[in-house]
């Protein structure tokens, strides 16, 4: 026990602090108050000042001696120190004993230091040494609990139920918690409160401090313990099961032999495990299971599941725990040996694997089982590559032959043959009719004519196009082909007994015709209504007459009408017998011109107003006798002339025509007037002034039926062109070509909705090309499937239309004059070279189209949506490999969907671009290889297709040529007319693009 410093005294009850101040009193009266007091030592040490009594924070039993250790001190005579301060400890003077100053009862006995109290509480101890008369005058408190229990008593009750129902035998279900009541007293009468635990028999429950949670089902024993004691009179707690929640699937064994069987048990449990008796079960199992009685068995190899389920309630309401039965195979019996991959033929070096099964009689798979291979023969051109018995075996062969292989099951008398084929070569195919680069035209059935081979396996079968085809004795075959129009792909697969293809391709044009394109004589290849020209009634007339911004055909004739008829208007001399009249210096207002269309041409309204002219008269009059003559000036004015006239317009020869087919000319307002005194003879000249009227209508009438219809034969006659421009090369080295685009005026239509001109036009160029065809490909009714219906859109102010067989003459020209033929560097290929580790930059490409280029819109979803066709493309690439040169020969057709926009080229000029889509149907072949790279033929041709795909993706080589310019119609409207000034001139702005019934149709207007 330590001893330290005692504590300050606790508390005592009133009557025991009244007994200490009286016991102080009569230690003080017994001392006596002389000096004698605490200097009972004679030596001169430190004087004692304070007795305290000290223990040591602990508690005492009740009944048993309890220790308390007393201690002298002197006083503290620091400054400021508290009249009761310790100082330093000092040792006692003589034998001390312990005084109880205040407690719940008396005490025992005391002897010395040693004191036995009976009942529990808090006591108030202090020390004296009476031989010193030293009185401790604080005093330490001391607690004392409960000695050993002498009597006990062990109770129970639920935990959810109240305090008060306490028993010495209780029986619950499984899962409730129990409480454990400990009562018991010592010797002395004083209740045990703490220091209980519990003896639980059996220990299959484990109490935890005073309580029991009753999981486990059984009768239990349950006793307080308290400091090594046991009620020896323990209670009782009986745990019964609880509902059933589990159900448990048992099998022994749980691993058996096909064939054989396991006993099988179902136990159902409750929550914690205790089991339930005479539980309804039913049994679920797996099909590969067999339910004997309470025996289950199988002949499926593998891992079963065996379920105890409730036979009447929901199987939910339980946790149903399966049983698994393994299943080992049974002895082997069977050997199976596949081949992959799995053909017919193989080729040469080819590597097959040969997976081995092994079997018992049920058949399940023995994976264990160790398999040998041999090879029976022939004695070489193999060799095994992977001949462990525990992994597929690997043999690769060689040579073209029939081997034997036989397969054995280690330890066993198993054993399996295989035999294997191994044809290296591929078929040999080709097509024969039509030939390379064929455009063919009669009846839209084509017979598709070829060879095919094989000297190992044979033709397994023959397809073109996906139609079966029928290989004869002599390897020949034909198929019918349905043409279409345009270009025609051809794919020809034929496929022997190995699996190996060959694949051969053509690509040709049909149509019902075609044009023979000639620079020579081009009209022999004109395309009939090959552009359209519509001028709708507010092209000719819009009411809108700005000279400074003329945009209708009225606009522009004001303008050539006030420059070309000022002064020839009036004619110049109107004489008659002794009357000579003389007109000059003639003015007028602007002319006011209207056009309106009608049926078989234009009426012309015109209106001049303001118009005079300076007057000379010389005239000889008799007045009465005398004759004299007289000579004066004067003016004629008039205040309008009126033109009313019907021109009929027509195409004659290619050329523009037309007439007046009746006029009315009428002058409003004019009057005469002389200067000086010859207006004393005013009437006699107004008397005459009709007369003149009349032949200045007659001769203006006859001027403008002159001039208008000239005026509009030359603005008609320049729309007829031919020009010839240049198509530079865009791709490696082809030559640069001159097309000539030629058009001639053939139909001129008037109605009450504009006019519609007609022309027949061609491309030409000289020819460039090595190949002939018969000539570029005619839309021609689409084979009779597609009538051109195209109407012009009359709707419009103005409207060009141009017929997509002239498109495919631009396409031709350039083509014909040797465009497309043309050598490529590799480098031109871009960032995508590389080809089986080579780089393409020391390659050359040679391309050359053995048919032209062509737009085909027949038979598409919609008129927006043409195709853009190449057939029979050749291309030549030779690329250096170390000493050896490696050559590739490819023959391609591609069908690739496209758009036709209205753009302008770089100097703005209105031009129609074909703009390949992504859209591609291509066939690709590589037709040969160089000798030294044969064995790789089919793997150069897969490279080849893959770079020619990403090629067409960038788009076609030359696409960016597929440009139609539209060379601006240009009117000078100085050349038709003195008057106007140098560089008047009226074009065509293009707005709008559509495409119907084979037309490009183009909206613009009049600038």
Not at 405 to 428: I, N
Not at 708 to 735: R, W
């Amino acid at each position: 026990m330590s001893r330290h410093a005692p504590n300050p005294p606790r508390r005592a009850s009133r009557r025991w602090t009244t007994l200490c101040a009286l016991a102080l009193a009569l230690v003080a009266s017994g001392c006596g108050t002389d000096a004698q007091e605490g200097q009972v030592v004679t030596d001169t040490g430190p004087t004692i000042a304070h007795l305290r009594a000290d223990t040591g924070g602990e508690d005492a039993y009740a009944g048993v001696n309890f220790t308390v250790v007393c201690r002298a001190f002197e006083a503290d005579t620091s400054p400021g120190a508290a009249p009761d301060a310790l100082g330093p400890e000092l040792p006692l003077p003589g034998a001390a004993t312990v005084v109880v100053l205040d407690g719940p009862a008396a005490p025992i006995a005391i002897q010395g230091t040693k004191v036995a109290l009976p009942k529990v509480g808090a006591y108030t101890v202090a020390c004296r040494v009476p031989s010193a008369g030293l009185v401790d005058t604080v005093g330490a408190r001391l607690e004392v609990v409960a000695g050993p229990a002498t009597a006990m008593e062990t109770r129970l009750r639920p935990k959810a139920s109240p305090p008060t129902a306490l028993a010495t035998t209780l029986d619950v279900k499984a899962g409730t918690a129990v409480v454990v009541d400990c009562t018991g007293t010592d010797a002395w009468d004083n209740p045990v409160i703490d220091g209980w635990s519990l003896d639980v028999s059996p220990s299959s429950l484990v109490p935890n401090e005073l309580q029991l949670q009753a999981n486990k089902a059984g009768q239990f024993t349950v006793a307080c313990r308290a400091a090594g004691t046991v009620d020896t009179t323990p209670a009782t707690l009986t745990v019964a099961a609880n509902v059933p929640k589990h159900l448990f699937a048992l099998l022994d064994p749980e691993h058996i032999t096909a064939g054989n069987a396991a006993k099988l048990g179902c136990v159902a449990t409750d929550a914690w495990g205790n089991p339930i008796a005479g539980f309804p079960f039913a049994v679920d199992h797996s099909e590969d299971l067999t339910l004997k009685g309470l025996y289950v068995t199988s002949t499926v190899a593998g891992v079963h599941t065996v379920k105890c389920v409730p036979e009447t309630d929901k199987w939910d309401l339980y946790t149903i725990h399966a049983a698994a039965l393994t299943v080992r195979p049974g002895p082997a019996s069977e050997l199976i040996v596949a081949r992959v991959p799995n053909k017919k033929v193989y080729k040469r070096d080819e590597k097959v694997k040969f997976p081995a099964t092994v079997r018992d009689d049920w058949g399940n798979v023995r994976p264990n089982d160790g398999v040998t291979v041999a090879v029976l023969s022939p004695a070489a051109g193999w060799k095994v590559l992977e001949a462990d018995p525990h992994k597929d075996k690997l043999v690769k062969f060689a040579k073209d032959a029939t081997y034997k292989l036989r397969f054995e099951v280690e330890k066993t008398a198993l054993s399996a043959e295989l035999s294997v084929l191994v044809d290296g070569a591929p078929p040999l195919l080709t097509i024969e009719d039509p030939p390379w680069g064929s455009t063919l035209t009669g009846k839209p059935s084509v017979q598709i004519k070829g060879k095919a081979g094989d000297e190992g396996s044979g033709v397994k079968n023959l397809t073109v196009n996906g139609k079966t085809g029928y290989v004869d004795a002599a390897n020949a075959w034909m198929v019918q082909h349905g043409a279409k129009h345009g270009l025609n792909m051809v794919l020809a697969v034929a496929e022997d007994m190995g699996g190996e293809t060959t694949e051969a391709t053509r690509g040709f044009y049909f149509s019902n015709a075609y044009y023979k394109t000639d620079a020579a004589t081009p009209k022999g290849a004109m395309v009939k209504n090959a552009m359209q020209i519509f001028a709708g009634k507010k092209l000719f007339d819009d009411g809108v007459h700005d000279p400074y911004k003329p945009d209708d055909l009225a606009t522009i004739l004001e303008l050539l009408m006030g420059s070309t008829l000022t002064s020839g208007l009036l004619p110049s001399n109107v004489s008659q017998g002794d009357l000579q009249v003389t007109l000059k210096n003639t003015k007028m207002g602007k002319p006011k011109v209207s056009l309106t269309p009608v049926h078989g041409g234009l009426k012309v309204a015109m209106r001049i107003d303001n118009i005079s002219t300076d007057l000379k008269v010389k005239a000889k009059l008799k007045l009465g006798p005398i004759k004299t003559s007289v000579s004066v000036s004067g003016t004629v004015k008039m205040d309008s002339v009126k033109i009313d006239m019907l021109m009929k317009m027509a195409i004659q020869d290619g050329k523009a025509t037309s007439s007046v087919a009746n006029s009315n000319v009428k002058i409003d307002g004019m009057k005469l007037s002389v200067d000086g005194i010859a207006g004393l003879f005013n009437p006699l000249f107004n008397l005459l002034l009709g007369t003149y009227k009349k032949q200045i209508e007659a001769e203006l009438k006859s001027a403008l039926v002159g001039e208008i219809p000239k005026m509009l034969n030359d603005i008609l006659t320049q729309l007829s062109v031919s020009e010839t421009f240049e198509v530079p090369p865009t791709v490696g080295n082809a030559p640069t070509v001159k097309v000539t685009f030629i058009t001639v005026a053939k139909e001129l239509q008037f109605t009450p909705d504009g006019a519609l001109l007609k022309f027949d036009a061609t491309f030409v160029s000289a020819k460039g090309t090595k190949h002939t065809v018969l000539g570029s490909i005619a839309r021609a009714g689409c084979i009779g499937t597609a009538p051109d219906t195209f109407v012009i859109d009359k709707s419009q102010r103005m409207q060009l239309a141009m017929h997509d067989d002239l498109t495919n003459q631009l396409l031709y020209a350039i083509w014909y004059g040797g465009a497309m033929t043309m050598s490529i560097p590799g480098s031109a290929l871009g960032d995508d070279q590389a080809l089986m580790g080579f780089s393409l930059d020391k390659a050359t490409i040679d391309v050359d189209l053995l048919l032209p280029p062509i737009l085909e819109a027949c038979a598409m979803p919609k008129p927006s949506v043409i195709h853009l066709q190449v057939g029979d493309a050749f291309a030549t690439m030779r690329l250096p490999i170390g000493s050896d040169e490696l050559a590739l020969y490819v023959a391609a057709s591609v069908d690739m969907s496209a758009e036709v926009v209205m753009s302008k080229d770089k100097a703005g000029v209105p031009q129609i671009e074909v703009v390949p889509g992504k859209d591609v149907g291509m066939l690709i072949e590589l037709t040969d290889i160089s000798k030294n790279f044969a064995e790789s033929k089919a793997a150069f041709g897969t490279i080849i297709k893959q770079l020619v795909t990403k090629e067409l993706e960038k788009g076609l080589p030359g696409g960016d040529q597929l440009k139609i310019p539209l060379p601006p119609t240009v009117i000078d409207l100085s050349t038709l007319g003195a008057g106007v000034p140098a560089g008047s001139k009226v074009t065509l702005a293009l707005t709008k693009l559509d495409r119907a019934g084979g037309y490009t149709a183009i909206t613009a207007e009049l600038q």
